[in-house]
Nanobody, 122 residues
């Protein structure tokens, strides 16, 4: 099982980034996926989750209207388009695989990547 995030970096407030998560070692097209972020010294928080068929499961309030989660089941890639980034979005962003049940996303232990750093600053 391998999940590799990319696309992070330094961006000015109001800017955009698109994160990618390339997956191997399990059936991506049958698996719900998600993006999480983690601030230093804090627990991970869910940013957005998407079902195996591309159906939206959850968005955090902070990301709604600015972040868009999507997936390409042919390429085994998960995306997170982030627009109008703000300093409070600075964090390490990770993709996590999981299950869809009851209209919600449930992460699976061990199915996450190392993360990519996003820094929003002037």
């Amino acid at each position: 099982v391998q999940l590799v995030e990319s696309g992070g970096g330094l961006v000015q407030p109001g800017g955009s980034l698109r994160l990618s998560c390339t997956v191997s070692g399990f059936s991506f097209s049958d698996t719900a996926m998600s993006w999480w972020r983690q601030y230093p010294g804090k627990e991970r928080e869910l940013v957005a989750a998407i079902g195996s068929a591309g159906n939206l499961l959850q968005y955090s309030e902070s990301g709604a209207g600015r972040f868009t989660i999507s997936r390409d089941n042919h390429k085994n890639i998960l995306y997170l388009q982030m627009n109008n980034l703000q300093p409070e979005d600075t964090a390490v962003y990770s993709c996590i695989a999981g299950e869809e049940a009851g209209g919600r996303f449930w992460p699976m232990a061990g199915y996450w990547g190392q993360g990519t750093q996003v820094t929003v600053s002037t």
